[in-house]
């Protein structure tokens, strides 16, 4: 069946850096795009970027573009999220998504936690 699951998250200072991985299982990898999504507290979960199926990357809103980074590697099956110079509102569950034929596929999360 299919799998996503997150690592790299934790906490660290305003202006740090952390790299989230994304493992995935189960189904053809290299054939979909893959998805980062972040949720902070009491707010709704909202896209951050996407990669295709080529590499190339979309939709990164104004508030992370320039400081975050999606990539993947194929023979991985892994895609990452680098995310540099953090601040605190970049607080927040980030998930690993992804959706194939009809069906949406989320891994559990990984929490960034962005404080001094």
């Known amino acids: 069946q299919v799998q996503l699951v997150e690592s790299g998250g934790g906490l660290v200072q305003p202006g740090g850096s952390l790299r989230l991985s994304c493992a995935a299982s189960?189904?053809?990898?290299?054939?979909?795009?893959m998805s980062w999504y972040r949720q902070a507290p009491g707010k709704e979960r909202e896209l951050v970027v996407t990669?295709?199926?080529?590499?190339?990357?979309?939709n990164y809103p104004d508030s992370v573009k320039g400081r975050f980074t999606i990539s993947r590697d194929n023979a991985q099956n892994t895609v990452y999220l680098q995310l540099n110079s953090l601040k605190p509102e970049d607080t927040a569950v980030y998930y690993c998504y992804t959706h194939i034929r009809f069906s949406a596929y989320w891994g559990q999360g990984t929490q960034v936690t962005v404080s001094s």
């Open positions: 990669v295709t199926t080529d590499g190339d990357s979309i």
């Open positions: 189960g189904f053809a990898f290299s054939r979909y795009a």
